[in-house]
């Protein structure tokens, strides 16, 4: 899976040999998910190492592989003052028997709760077992929620959607527009962060541990989870600015002249209402680097639809892949779309910035959730692998936040953040000196 992933990244096959694994991620299933979690975070770590060497060529990486195991389930160990502080699902957030079968609802926000029950009503366990799974799923999602049917994956490879992201390779990276060749190293960065939940929070996450500047915007009509945001959120500043203001658009524009990373988690076309288009950016700033992610891909139908990891793990196949001997859907051992896409993403810059180094470009990557449930679904698979018992206590960190004392799980194979999450006023938000 590294093999797929760094060919993907366009790296150089010759790299590999310096990449060893050891020891077992933990993470039980029937699906080579530690294959994938390891190979995730190898293709991210030999991309830094490339990037920092440049053409002295990279040395060893060495992949603990009982360290990406804990990192990829890092919302269980998240301690606030020494107290659970992890985010969890709703109620409704989970899977509902159906007429004809499962679904599953994501409502962990309020306004993916209130939409799902204005289609299905104030008792919506009832009306769900009384429909059928397409019927919910549409009704939700008109409602401006967030459900799928739960498929098996030839189901999902048949469906519209599923041809469509099954055509997409692993992740594209291509150049944008031209610009000068620039050679950027990772600390000092300056990234901007208009991401939320998992997948693209922890591939900022994982740019900062490495030094880079991140500055993630948050709207203020759609705040984060505070628990999403602790975990996710060291090494980074946050704000909150409204782009369909005048005044806060300007600031953010001043941000962005000055950016030499937009890591980006809209829906495709999302932001093209703004401008922000990767096309239209490469133009008015050359040689910056922008990777967008979504949960379905870049073509097909559902393109513009919300998901989410527990979402497309019911869509793709994995939910009935994974499921118990009582047909109940199952679940991956952790939220490993998110994760690796996470990583994939911070992979995905690193080597923008050195193929921006080499020839110069401005450059977009683009993946989506979808891609890496194919890339897992399509695996080999053996019997269900991993202890799931890795002791996280040596994996641990604890920093200062506003909020108090917080514990984390330290960045595979980079060094700890200073910090945790640091709130910036709106007018104050900057970069920091080089």
């Known amino acids: 899976m590294l093999e797929q992933a760094w060919a993907a990244?366009?790296?150089a096959p010759g790299l590999l040999p310096l990449v060893t694994v050891s020891g077992s991620t933990g993470l039980r299933s029937v699906l080579p998910v530690g294959a994938l979690a390891t190979g995730a975070v190898a293709a991210q770590r030999l991309?830094?190492?490339?990037l920092a060497a440049g053409d002295r060529g990279p040395g060893p990486v060495a992949v603990d592989a009982a360290h990406v195991g804990i990192a990829f389930r890092s919302e269980r160990f998240l301690r606030l003052d020494g107290m659970p502080a992890g985010a969890g699902f709703a109620p409704l957030s989970r899977f509902h028997r159906t007429a004809d079968g499962w679904i599953r609802l994501h409502a962990n926000y309020p306004w993916h709760r209130d939409a799902a029950l204005a289609a299905l009503g104030p008792d919506p366990v009832t009306?769900?077992?009384?429909?059928?799974?397409?019927e919910v799923a549409e009704s939700v999602v008109a409602a401006g929620g967030i459900a799928a049917a739960v498929r098996t994956p030839e189901e999902w490879a048949g469906s519209p959607q599923g041809a469509a992201a099954w055509e997409l390779p692993l992740l594209r990276l291509r150049p944008a527009g031209p610009a000068s060749a620039r050679s950027r190293q990772v600390h000092g960065l300056r990234v901007l962060d208009l991401t939320r939940v998992i997948a693209g929070p922890v591939g900022t996450r994982t740019l900062a541990a490495d030094g880079a500047d991140v500055l993630r915007i948050e709207s203020p009509r759609l705040p984060e989870d505070p628990a999403a945001a602790l975990d996710?959120?060291?090494g980074k500043r946050?704000?909150?600015?409204d782009l369909a203001s005048a005044g806060d658009r300007a600031r953010f524009e001043d941000l962005l002249s000055r950016a030499d990373v937009l890591v980006q988690g809209h829906r495709p076309g999302a932001l093209a209402a703004h401008g922000l288009a990767p096309e239209l950016l490469a133009e008015r700033h050359p040689g910056l680097v922008v990777v967008s992610l979504s949960a379905w891909g870049a073509a097909g139908p559902w393109a513009h639809r919300r998901g989410f990891d527990s979402i497309v793990q019911a869509a793709t196949g994995i939910a009935s892949v994974t499921a118990g001997d009582d047909g109940r859907p199952g679940v991956l051992p952790a939220q490993a779309l998110d994760h690796a896409a996470g990583h994939l993403i911070a992979a995905t810059v690193l080597r923008a910035l050195r193929e921006s180094a080499r020839q110069g470009g401005s450059w977009h990557g683009e993946l989506s959730l979808a891609q890496l449930a194919h890339w897992l679904l399509t695996a080999?698979?053996?019997?269900?692998t991993g202890s799931g018992a890795v002791d996280p206590a040596p994996y641990l960190a604890e920093l200062d936040t506003p909020a108090g004392r917080l514990t984390v799980v330290r960045p595979p194979g980079a060094p700890t953040w200073r910090s945790g999450p640091v709130p910036v006023h709106p007018a104050g938000a900057d970069w920091l000196p080089r």
Do not use: D, K, W
Request: glycine letters at 18%.
């Open 9 to 11: 990244l366009g790296g």
């Open 47 to 50: 991309a830094a190492r490339e």
């Open 127 to 134: 009306a769900i077992a009384g429909r059928t799974s397409a």
């Open 232 to 234: 996710t959120g060291p």
């Open 238 to 241: 946050h704000t909150t600015l």
């Open 380 to 384: 080999p698979r053996g019997v269900a």
